[in-house]
């Protein structure tokens, strides 16, 4: 049988596989049997196929339909930031947010303006003039006290948990997320509701005690 080898690849492997005789007579012997390509199907045509008969069926648009809804939902409702609890025990703390230089800060000169190992504290330049308060979003009781007592322009109220979109189209007031707990873990805050406001060249974190919770009406 003659087989018309469609990759080099194949040519090897026939030969690891059929041990070649010692002595081969030379001739033409003719072609016995069926021929055929030895070749693997094209895989981007096998993948249009398959859209082609996924958008036929409207199924494509199904997918895509629901890739948006659950991509919707993630973003009004992030995860909630891990580790954090709300506060049992109040505590107070100093963070100094100096950042030392890894390596040589250079001006378009080539001039060294920041050698490295220098420390330095963005405070001692600019102020600290913004509040932040971070709250559980789950809690009514925390927005709404949050919102009595930092509602205004200088401050920024951040939720670890819930929904800040729901919350701001109700309250028609602007709330942000710590996505992932990147400011909680960076300050080292473990309980909510924490402040965080400017002393000096340093910040002030508090852990404070959250509000009372309401009491559930009776039927």
């Not at 109220?157 to 996505?179: A, L, N, T």
Request: no cysteine.
């Amino acid at each position: 049988m003659t087989l018309r080898l469609a990759s080099l690849s194949g040519a090897i492997a026939l030969s690891l596989v059929l041990p070649l005789p010692s002595t081969v007579a030379a001739g033409d012997f003719g072609i016995l049997g069926q021929t055929w390509e030895i070749a693997e199907p094209d895989f981007l045509l096998t993948i249009n196929s398959k859209l082609k008969g996924l958008e036929a069926s409207g199924e494509l648009d199904r997918l895509n339909q629901q890739m948006v809804k659950r991509t919707k939902h993630r973003v009004r409702n992030p995860h909630p930031v891990s580790g954090i609890s709300e506060t049992t025990k109040p505590k107070t703390w100093l963070h100094d947010p100096s950042i030392v230089v890894g390596k040589d800060i250079l001006d378009h000169k080539g001039r060294v303006i920041a050698a490295s190992g220098t420390k330095s504290n963005p405070l001692e330049n600019v102020k600290f003039n913004r509040r932040m308060v971070f709250i559980q979003g789950n809690s009514k009781e925390q927005i709404d006290w949050a919102v009595r007592e930092f509602g205004g322009f200088n401050s920024r109220i951040i939720f670890v948990d819930g929904s800040p979109f729901d919350e701001m189209k109700e309250r028609k007031q602007k709330f942000y997320f710590d996505q992932r707990g990147f400011l909680v873990k960076k300050f080292g805050i473990s309980q909510v509701p924490a402040i965080i406001e400017g002393e000096g060249s340093f910040l002030r974190i508090r852990e404070v005690l959250p509000p009372p919770r309401k009491k559930a009406d009776k039927a």
